[in-house]
């Protein structure tokens, strides 16, 4: 019968052939996953912290160049007016003096004081188109300058909605990064919790239909009394053969989950809510985490990678039954299995 077992067990043992290594590709793979998109994020953010200034710095430019624009429309405007008024002025100097020549020239007298007169409008005259001249040339000058401030504001609009399209672009990158990296995470869970349903299914199966053993939710549950005395965080030896079935099962899950899924299997010590009175334990805190420990102690001596063991105790502080009964008291003092990310 001893053979018998130690084949079935080596049986065992060769069932679930390159899972290990399996695993370490899968952890590889998602702190690979996690570091590019660190790295990327990181680019991208200066990246759009930098169009974010050019676009500061383009919109500043166009606001002066608009203030310019309107500046040079307000002088030219001025000296539009400026210019109407010099050639109505022209215009009734010119009337006089076509006037004043010909009322010279039908009386016969008076021509010299006439002629005079002609001659110092005619002056007039011709200083008015001199003056006349030069703000035409002003406003030729405005003219050219107000078409280059606008074809250097279409300029500035023009780089500036290309700025703005370059920055939604890497805003877009950045979200499709994020949603790519996010599924990638979200298969890594779904693949973790399938691994946990196999496991959960061979400890089920090796541990057998027992009132003892339960599954709740993620966790696997088993009553302190399979493997601990009252008071006490020694591993009983009934409760060592039941450790030896875990064993089996966790050394064949280290061969089959794949080596880039960060995993560890958690064990959580819990005790009652009653004080513990007495003893080399303070509290049930001391005690439920000794408890854990000797757990994960013995799960390691027998193969299991201790960097996929996790020891912790809750004390009296997590109860599943809020009874106050013997056997309220007995479901929550209870040793929990999680198979969990790391």
């Known amino acids: 019968m001893a053979l018998a077992r130690i084949r079935r067990s080596e049986s ?7 899972f290990v290594d399996a695993l370490s590709t899968l952890i590889l793979g998602i702190i690979f996953l996690l570091t590019v998109f660190v790295v990327v994020q990181f680019y991208l953010q200066q990246e759009v912290a930098g ?16 203030e310019l624009l309107s500046l040079e429309k307000s002088g030219k405007t001025d000296i539009e007016d400026q210019l109407a008024q010099l050639r109505a002025t022209l215009a009734t100097a010119e009337s006089e003096r076509d006037r004043l020549k010909g009322a010279a020239e039908s009386a016969g007298v008076g021509a010299a004081a006439a002629q005079g007169k002609v001659s110092e409008l005619t002056g007039q005259i011709e200083g008015e188109k001199r ?13 050219q300058q107000i078409a280059a401030l606008r074809r250097q504001l279409a300029a500035l609009e023009q780089t500036l909605d290309a700025a703005e399209k370059k920055n939604k ?29 196999d496991f959960f ?57 794949p080596a880039d899924l960060a995993w560890v299997l958690r064990v959580d010590g819990h005790t009652d809510v009653r004080p513990i009175s007495g003893g080399v334990f303070r509290s049930n805190w001391d005690l439920s985490a000794a408890r854990a420990i000797s757990v994960v102690q013995y799960l ?13 105790g809750f004390g009296e502080f997590q109860p599943i039954d809020l009874g106050k009964t013997e056997d309220a008291y007995g479901r929550n003092r209870r040793i929990e299995f999680k198979l969990t990310e790391r």
């Open 12 to 18: 065992g043992m060769n069932y679930w052939p390159g």
């Open 51 to 66: 169009k974010d200034t050019a676009l500061g710095r383009l919109n500043a430019q166009i606001a002066q160049l608009t």
């Open 131 to 143: 003056i006349s001249a030069r703000a035409l040339a002003q406003v030729e000058v405005l003219n």
């Open 169 to 197: 672009d890497s805003q877009s990158r950045i979200t499709e990064l994020g949603q790519r990296l996010n599924l990638a995470l979200a298969e890594r869970v779904n693949e973790l919790k399938r691994y946990r349903s």
């Open 201 to 257: 299914g061979k400890l089920r199966e090796i541990l057998g239909n027992r009132a003892d053993v339960r599954v709740v939710g993620d966790r696997f549950v088993l009553q302190s009394e399979v493997f601990f005395d009252t008071g006490k965080a020694d591993l009983k030896p009934e409760g060592r053969a039941e450790l030896d079935k875990v064993a089996d099962a966790l050394l064949e899950l280290e061969k089959q989950i």
């Open 300 to 312: 390691v001596g027998k193969g299991v990678s201790p960097q996929r063991l996790v020891a912790a």
